[in-house]
């Protein structure tokens, strides 16, 4: 068990609560399964808005306000293609994941403290994915799906839901939230 993860998910004990597990997430730079689509997509993207900033700037009479308007998409455009997996691999370093007798937590520290956790005893579904013994995710809840895209490109305030993301073993934490849930 990660002992600094252990310490962030006492912090968040209720109760009688223990902890079954704690973990953190792979540290780096990842890519997800939705990076198949939004990869081609920001490059796309990125490469028009450079392309019209340029146009613009070639020009002699452009107002200057297309050359800002234009700036503003190629800042957005130069985010998607590289700046959100800095963004991603700086919010995973700071991210602590928990299975307690009662639930499952996740606490992360970036751009503030969030706390998001779900009951185990509320039945609902848990979706574990990659290798059994490798790195993998567990993802909790009924949700809606966020397509293929990946996690960080939904809406602002959009519920992205609970999920356990790159951590060693997904299969032996599912076993523990399951063996968890039976006890209850």
Known sequence: MDVEALQRIQQERMGSETVVWAGRPAAGLRFRSGDVFAVPFSLLWCGFA??????????????????????FFVVIGLYMVV??????????????????????????????????????????TISTSGSPGGLGSL????RMPQGNMPK??????????LSFDFIQNPKRVHELIVNAQQAL
């Open 50 to 71: 450079i392309f019209w900033e340029l146009s613009v700037a070639a020009s002699p009479k452009a107002p200057p306000f297309m050359l800002v308007f234009g700036g």
């Open 83 to 124: 700046g959100r997996y800095f963004v991603d691999s700086y919010k995973r370093s700071k991210t602590y994941y928990g299975i307690t007798n009662q639930r499952a937590i996740a606490v992360c520290e970036a751009f503030g403290r969030k706390v998001v956790s779900e009951s185990l005893r509320t039945p609902g």
């Open 152 to 161: 960080g490109f939904a809406w602002p305030g959009v519920d992205e839901g």
């Open 139 to 142: 993802t909790f809840g009924n």
